[in-house]
C-alpha cells in the first residue's frame, strides 16, 4: 500500500513548504517536498532512506500518520523488523525525528492516525486493537503523558478501517473518523459518534481530514465505489452531502492511503491514481496532487 502522510510548514522559506512522508517499494520511509502554491509533480527535493539506516520497514499495506507536534514533525508507522520474527515484532513505531517504539501492533490492525492543538502543544495517536473476535476498539494515546485509553463509546468498528484525526478548535474537541458499517465521527468524550450522511464509500477506503482556521469548516476526503475521489464539509454544526472534487483524477488507487492539508486557501490532497503506480514517466512523482479550493 502507498502510505502518504503530509505536512505543512508554516514556517518555510519558499513555496515549497508541504513535507510528503510515504513508504518506498523496498518499505523504507522517505519524504518529498512540495509546492503550497501549485500542483507540482516533480521528483526534485525527494530523500529516501538507504537500507542501513533503521532496523525496521514500514509494515506494507498499513498507514501512516503525520503532525506538528511542539515544533517537530512526528510520524508515526506501523513497522516489521528486518531480522527476526515480524509475527511477534509489529510496532507502532515513531520514525521522525527519531526512530522509538510507542507501542506493540499486529498485522491486521494496521492504520493509525494523528491528531493535534492548533498550536501542537497536545498530540494524540489513534490505532486499533482487538477485544474479541469480529470487536475492535479505538484506542488513544496522549502523546504527552504516554497513556492510552480505551475510546469505549466507539463500536463496532470494520477490519482494516482507516482512522482520520483532526481538531475543531472552537470547542476545544478532538475528533476521530473511522468506518463502521458508515462512516462516523466522534468527538472525545460524547456519548455517541455522528454517522456522516455518506452511502458511496468504498469499503476500507482511506479516509483524510483537514480543519481549515479560515473557514471554520473541516473537510474529509474518500473515495467511492468508483474510486471518485470525493469530500463531505462539516459547518460546524452538521456534516453536508458529499461532493465530487473537482480536477481530481477519475479514480484513486485502491491501495493508495489519501492525505490532505490546508495551505494557500486550497486543500493539498495527495494520493496515488489508479495505474498511475505503472507507467510515471521518468522526473515526474507517482503522487497526485490536486489544489481543492476551500470556500
Given amino acids: ?30 519524504l518529498s ?14 530523500w529516501e532512506t538507504a537500507d542501513d539506516h533503521y532496523n525496521r520497514y514500514i509494515l506494507n499495506p498499513s498507514s501512516i500518520a503525520a503532525a506538528y507536534y511542539r515544533g517537530l514533525k512526528f510520524v508515526v ?18 520514525i521522525s525525528p527519531i526512530c522509538q517504539k510507542l ?16 498550536d501542537g502543544n497536545e498530540g494524540w495517536l489513534y490505532y486499533l486493537v482487538d477485544v474479541s473476535n469480529n470487536v475492535k476498539n479505538v484506542m488513544e494515546f496522549d502523546l504527552g503523558t504516554r497513556k492510552s485509553v480505551a475510546l469505549n463509546a ?30 462516523l465521527d466522534y468527538a472525545v468524550g460524547a456519548l455517541t459518534p455522528v454517522t456522516l450522511p455518506i452511502s458511496d464509500f468504498a469499503r476500507n477506503s ?48 485502491e491501495n493508495s492511503q489519501i492525505t490532505v492539508v490546508e495551505a494557500n486557501g486550497s486543500n493539498h490532497v495527495f494520493y496515488i491514481a489508479k495505474d498511475m503506480g505503472q507507467q510515471v514517466p521518468e522526473g515526474q512523482s507517482p503522487f497526485t496532487h490536486i489544489l481543492d479550493t476551500v470556500s
Avoid at 6 to 30: E, H, Q, R
Avoid at 168 to 181: C, F, K, N, V
Avoid at 227 to 242: D, E, F, I, V
Fill in 1 to 30: 500500500m502507498a502510505a502518504l502522510a503530509a505536512v505543512i510548514d508554516t514556517g518555510a522559506v519558499g513555496d515549497k513548504s508541504i513535507s510528503l512522508f510515504y513508504n518506498t517499494s523496498g518499505a523504507l520511509f522517505a
Fill in 33 to 46: 517536498l512540495k509546492s503550497s502554491t501549485d500542483n507540482d509533480n516533480e521528483t526534485e527535493d525527494t
Fill in 77 to 94: 508507522a506501523m513497522t516489521m523488523p528486518k531480522q527476526g520474527d515480524p509475527e511477534s515484532d509489529v510496532q507502532i513505531s515513531l
Fill in 103 to 118: 507501542l506493540p501492533g499486529t498485522f491486521e490492525n494496521n492504520h493509525v492516525g494523528l491528531g493535534t492543538t492548533p
Fill in 154 to 183: 466507539i463500536t463496532q468498528v470494520m477490519n482494516n478501517s482507516s482512522l482520520a484525526a483532526w481538531y475543531d478548535p472552537e470547542q476545544s474537541q478532538r475528533h476521530i473518523i473511522y468506518e463502521a458499517g458508515a462512516i
Fill in 206 to 253: 482511506s479516509l483524510a481530514v483537514t480543519y481549515s482556521s479560515s473557514t471554520k469548516k473541516t473537510y474529509l476526503y474518500y473515495y467511492d465505489v468508483y474510486q471518485a475521489l470525493k469530500r463531505c464539509t462539516y459547518s460546524g454544526s452538521s456534516w453536508a452531502l458529499p461532493e465530487a472534487v473537482p480536477g481530481a483524477p477519475p479514480s484513486v488507487a
